[in-house]
C-alpha cells in the first residue's frame, strides 16, 4: 500500500483523540482516502461476507462502510485504517442485522443453533485429530457455523491477522473476552471438524 | 497460545476462504467516492470536516473501552496478589470474573436440576453432580467452562445477592478432602475433593457465607 501523506502523522493512537480536521482541498481527500482505506476492501468485504453469510447483503454493507468510512475519514488521522475501518464494518453489518445484535449484547444461548458445537472435545490426546487433510469446504462449514460472536473472532484472528488488542477495539469488549470467544471458538471448531473427520473415515 | 491453537491457526490461515471483493464492488466504491467528494467540494468545507457526532462516538467508544482495560488490569492485579500454593485458586477466580464480566453467566438457564443435568449430558466425559440448594441457595443454571485444559460443568447459584459459581471436574486419585478456603482480594475460593470430585466454589460472598454453600454441597454428596 501506498502510504501517501501519512509519514508526518505515523506517531498517533488509533483510535484519535482531539485532532480537528485539516479542512484542506477536499480533492486531496478523497486521494488520500483512497490511498489509505481502499487497498483494505478486501479485507472489509471477508468480514462482512463471514458476518453476514451471503455475498449480496456483504456487498451493501461495505458500500455502507465505506460511505461512512469517508464521511468520518477525519476520525481516523493517521491511525491505522484496517483495525478503523473493520470497526465501522462490523457495525454496518449489525445493523444490516438489526438492532438486537448489536456490539457488546450478550450472547443468548440457542439450544438449535448452539448445542451441537457447545461441546468441546473431551478426551485427552486431541492433537491427534486434526487431519491436514481437511479441506475447504468443510472448514468453511465449520467457521460458518459458529456462533456470531465466536466468527467474527476467529476471522479478525486467523484471516486478518489482527492483535488481540485491535480485535477487542473492533469488537467493544475487553481483551478477556476476546481471549475467551478464541478459545471457545477453537473448542467448537476442534470438535467440528474431529467429528466430521470420523464421519468421513466411517 | 499452545500448538494446538498454532496448528488450528495454520489450517485456517491455508485453507478458511479469505473473500475477496467482487469487481461490482470496487467500481460501486470508487464510483460512491468520487460523486461523494463531489458532494462534499459542493459544501461549505466546515461541516464536511467537522461532525460533532462521530466524535462523540469515537469518545464513547475510546471511552468504554478504557473502562474494560482499567477492569482487567484491575483483575489481573487482584489475581496476581495472591501466594504461591493456591494456582488453580487464581484460575478459578480468573473464571468466575469471566463469567460475570465477560461473555455469559449461563449455558442453559433452569432452577430444576432435572434440566441443568441432562443438559450436560454429552458434553462432559463426566456426570458432574447437579444439587439444589434451594429455596435458601437457589440455583440459576449451567455452564460448560474451560479450565485447566479442559472442558468443566458450572453451576451458577444466587446467595443473597451473590453469584456464586461453583466448578466440578473429576480429581486425580483422591476420593475425599477437606475445604481449603483462599482469599484473593474481594473473592473467596474454597476448594474440597468428593465422591471422586473436586469442587471449587467462588464468589465474592465472605467466607461464613461461602462456606453455607460449601456445607450444604457437602451434606448433600454424603448422601449419594
Known amino acids: 500500500m501506498i502510504e501517501q501523506g501519512t509519514s508526518r502523522e505515523s506517531g498517533l493512537q488509533w483510535p484519535p483523540f482531539g485532532r480537528k480536521g485539516r479542512g484542506s482541498a477536499l480533492d486531496e481527500r478523497t486521494q488520500r482516502f483512497e490511498a489509505m482505506v481502499l487497498p483494505h476492501l478486501d479485507a472489509a468485504y471477508n468480514l462482512a461476507r463471514w458476518l453476514l453469510r451471503d455475498e449480496h447483503s456483504a456487498a451493501d454493507a461495505v458500500q455502507d462502510a465505506f460511505l461512512r468510512a469517508f464521511r468520518f475519514f477525519d476520525s481516523l488521522e493517521g491511525g491505522e485504517a484496517r483495525p478503523w475501518l473493520l470497526t465501522i464494518v462490523r457495525n454496518s453489518c449489525y445493523s444490516l442485522l438489526g438492532k438486537r445484535r448489536q456490539a457488546g449484547e450478550q450472547v443468548e444461548f440457542d439450544e438449535e443453533r448452539d448445542s451441537e458445537f457447545a461441546q468441546p472435545s473431551i478426551d485427552g490426546d486431541p492433537e491427534a485429530q486434526l487431519s491436514r487433510k481437511i479441506d475447504s469446504a468443510r472448514l468453511d462449514d465449520a467457521i460458518e457455523r459458529l456462533p456470531s460472536v465466536y466468527r467474527e473472532a476467529i476471522v479478525l484472528r486467523e484471516l486478518e491477522d489482527l492483535s488481540y488488542e485491535e480485535i477487542a477495539r473492533i469488537s467493544n469488549v475487553p481483551i478477556g473476552t476476546v481471549m475467551s470467544r478464541l478459545s471457545r471458538a477453537r473448542s467448537m471448531l476442534r470438535e467440528r471438524l474431529s467429528r466430521n473427520g470420523e464421519g468421513e473415515r466411517a | ?224
Open chain 2, 1 to 224: 497460545m499452545s500448538e494446538r491453537d498454532d496448528e488450528l491457526g495454520s489450517l485456517i490461515r491455508e485453507k478458511a476462504t479469505r473473500h475477496a471483493a467482487p469487481p461490482h464492488l470496487r467500481a460501486r466504491v470508487s464510483g460512491m467516492l468520487s460523486q461523494e467528494g463531489i458532494g462534499l467540494a459542493a459544501r461549505p468545507p466546515k461541516p464536511a470536516v467537522r461532525q460533532p457526532e462521530p466524535w462523540r462516538r469515537w469518545f464513547n467508544m475510546a471511552g468504554a473501552f478504557a473502562v474494560g482495560m482499567l477492569l482487567s488490569v484491575t483483575v489481573l492485579l487482584v489475581v496476581r496478589g495472591g501466594a504461591e500454593d493456591g494456582r488453580m485458586a487464581q484460575t478459578i477466580v480468573d473464571a468466575h470474573v469471566r463469567s460475570l464480566l465477560g461473555e455469559h453467566l449461563v449455558d442453559v438457564k433452569s432452577s430444576d436440576r432435572h434440566t441443568v443435568k441432562p443438559w450436560f449430558t454429552g458434553k462432559l466425559d463426566y456426570a458432574p453432580p447437579v444439587i439444589d440448594l434451594a429455596p435458601e441457595i437457589p440455583l440459576v443454571g449451567g455452564r460448560l467452562d474451560y479450565l485447566g485444559q479442559r472442558p468443566v460443568s458450572a453451576l451458577i447459584y444466587k446467595l443473597n445477592l451473590h453469584t456464586v459459581n461453583v466448578f466440578v471436574w473429576p480429581a486425580n486419585g483422591e476420593t475425599s478432602k477437606d475445604v481449603t478456603f483462599y482469599a484473593r482480594q474481594g473473592f473467596n475460593v474454597a476448594y474440597w475433593v468428593a465422591n471422586g470430585m473436586q469442587f471449587w466454589a467462588v464468589s465474592d460472598a465472605n467466607v461464613g457465607e461461602l462456606r453455607k454453600v460449601t456445607d450444604r454441597l457437602i451434606a448433600a454428596t454424603d448422601h449419594h
